[in-house]
């Protein structure tokens, strides 16, 4: 898949790819907390809420459209925590998000989902809940760029991480390295300098962070701090 490629060489310019997510971040000066990263971070990470498949609401597509049109060049990540997942998907595509990723559990249709985002030129991903089997994703992960595994409960910022989860990208490391898919795999929740390296070590590229990066008072140093946590632990 030309998409997935495409993202594979990205990751493989970094040990790792950060996304920063902005649900963490001030809501009344959003512009201020991205300014904040100082262009450190590699992807800026959307969490869409629907307080139905989560029992919490966040941001919705107005917020993705002034992003694009403030930062015209940034890979914004879009993680959509909505149910049925088909309902929500059009009015993202919308507002050209660089990702779009849906949760497995959101939806009974989510080959024809998936189908939907990839025929509209973003990258797919799809994800999975700390209670879901990764096995599950099989049939579908010839045709996703990227793989979510949520290492806490969706629905809340600045939660515990859920050990268990490091099976799931062992297992998917593995199934990829024996296939020829080429999804990126992404973990989210509870991560930050005190565990990056270990779970980058296992197999995850793309680390998400909300509290760790904006509920310091420099993001930008969080961000270069674990980038050396990750580079530390692989010389
Ligand atoms: C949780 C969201 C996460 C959240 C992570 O449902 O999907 O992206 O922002 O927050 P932290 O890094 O604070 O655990
Ligand atoms: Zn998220």
């Not at 797919?124 to 409960?153: K, Q, R, Y």
Request: charge should be negative; include cysteine.
């Amino acid at each position: 898949m030309a998409g997935s490629l495409q993202l594979m060489n990205l990751k493989k310019e970094k040990d790792v790819l950060i996304a920063a997510s902005l649900l963490s971040a001030d809501v009344l000066n959003m512009a201020t907390s991205i300014d904040s990263l100082g262009g450190e971070e590699d992807w800026l990470h959307l969490d869409i809420m629907d307080g139905h498949f989560v029992p919490n609401l966040s941001y919705g597509p107005s917020l993705l459209k002034a992003l694009r049109k403030k930062y015209p060049e940034s890979f914004i990540d879009v993680h959509i925590m909505v149910e049925p997942a088909e309902d929500f998907v059009d009015m993202f595509l919308d507002e050209q998000p660089s990702a779009l990723t849906i949760h497995l559990e959101a939806t009974s249709h989510i080959h024809r989902v998936l189908q939907k985002i990839k025929k509209a030129g973003c990258f797919a991903g799809v994800s999975i809940s700390p209670g879901t089997s990764p096995e599950l994703l099989c049939p579908i992960l010839n045709m996703v760029d990227i793989v979510l595994i949520m290492s806490v409960n969706p629905g809340y910022g600045g939660q515990s991480f859920i050990p268990e989860v490091l099976e799931k990208v062992k297992f998917l490391a593995q199934y990829r390295s024996l296939s020829k898919d080429n999804f990126l795999i992404e973990m989210d929740g509870g991560l930050g300098p005190h565990n990056i390296a270990e779970v980058v070590a296992k197999g995850c590229d793309v680390v998400v962070a909300g509290n760790a990066i904006f509920g310091q008072s420099n993001p930008r140093e969080v961000i270069k701090i674990m980038r050396s946590k990750v580079a530390e632990r692989s010389v």
